[in-house]
């Protein structure tokens, strides 16, 4: 079945620092890719999106690029802030009978971003 | 404002007991889904519905039960909780069609703890 796998976390880094998430996939078809992310004691928000092959998605400073040959959406972002604390989830859709659409979620990435 | 709105926020109750958390959603979509996050899991799905009258099992269903009877709710209940229940809800909601604009919308999530 279709599937999301993320990076280990969690990651740790110094504000400034080049971030880079991995995230790959498995599924059939041509699926939507998401990234979420989750703040301490909130819910999840979308960050960005791409809905077909060779998309990149982008908000915030943050970018991820659809990759087909690779199976691959990696989450890259040139300086944290430490504002950027936060778990990250690595998603994709699955349109199902209808039009309709179901999210698959990678395990999730904690991310610490330290002054 | 639209809004999808979880109630309630935190809950502790006893193993054995019947619970039902509410999820509530004004962005007048069809699709809704209750997922549940455990460390090491990410999200895992639970039910969704795609309508009125719909309801779907998702791969942790059991021990899990959801009605819709209108657009806007679908409760999640737990028909005798046990302390593997124990987790984070989230529900979330979306258009109907492949590619909508935001993705899903997610509520702020319930923290269940069953004793």
């Known amino acids: 079945g279709d599937s999301v796998t993320q990076m280990e976390g969690p990651v740790t880094l110094s504000e400034e620092a080049f971030l880079t998430i991995n995230c790959t996939y498995t599924a059939t078809g041509y699926p939507s890719l998401f990234w979420y992310v989750q703040y301490p004691g909130e819910g999840l928000q979308l960050l960005l999106k791409a809905t077909k092959a060779d998309d990149k998605g982008s908000n915030k400073g943050f970018e991820a690029t659809y990759r087909k040959e690779t199976t691959s959406f990696h989450l890259e972002k040139g300086s944290v802030q430490v504002s950027d604390s936060a778990v990250y989830f690595c998603?994709?859709?699955?349109?199902?009978?209808?039009?309709?659409?179901?999210?698959?979620f990678g395990q999730g990435t904690r991310l610490t971003i330290n002054p | 404002d639209a809004e999808i709105t979880q109630s309630p926020r935190h809950k502790i109750t006893e193993t054995g007991r019947q619970v039902t958390l509410a999820c509530h959603q004004t962005?007048?979509?069809?699709?809704m889904f209750w997922y549940r996050q455990d460390l090491g899991h990410g999200l895992r799905l639970i039910h969704y519905s795609y309508g009125v009258q719909d309801t779907n099992k998702g791969e942790v269903s059991d021990g899990y039960s959801v009605s819709r009877s209108n657009t806007e709710d679908l409760p999640l209940t737990l028909e005798s909780a046990a302390s593997s229940q124990t987790s984070v809800y989230f529900c979330?909601?979306?258009?109907?069609?492949?590619?909508?604009?935001?993705?899903?919308?997610f509520g702020s999530g319930t923290r269940l703890t069953v004793v």
């Open positions: 979330a909601s979306s258009e109907s069609i492949r590619e909508g604009p935001n993705g899903y919308t």
């Open positions: 998603a994709l859709t699955k349109t199902v009978v209808q039009g309709a659409q179901k999210l698959v």
């Open positions: 962005w007048n979509h069809n699709n």
